[in-house]
């Protein structure tokens, strides 16, 4: 998360940063615990297709919790002595 913090810092302001930050997390969260799920779906030998609803909403719910929330509260912890103005 540092290195993409870092990235984005430098290219926008902060409100930008901020927001594509978020967002750049929520989507990689969300691919990444779709894929570790599809991976699962093949070792155990379970339909891909068949299980795509419940693949997406596993997706959908890392990409909130983890990337969301984790996020922002990664952005807390940098900034929580720092004035945002």
Not at 2 to 16: A, D
Not at 37 to 57: A, D, R, V, Y
Not at 58 to 71: P, S, T
């Amino acid at each position: 998360m540092r290195y993409l913090w870092n990235m984005l810092n430098e290219e926008f302001t902060i409100e930008g940063a901020v927001s594509a930050f978020l967002v750049i997390n929520m989507i990689g969260w969300m691919a990444a615990t779709m894929g570790a799920g599809m991976l699962i779906c093949k070792f155990l030998g379970f339909s891909i297709t068949g299980n795509l609803e419940n693949l997406l909403c596993a997706g959908i719910y890392g990409g909130l919790i983890v990337g969301l929330v984790g996020g922002s509260l990664y952005l807390y912890g940098l900034y929580k002595h720092h004035s945002m103005e």
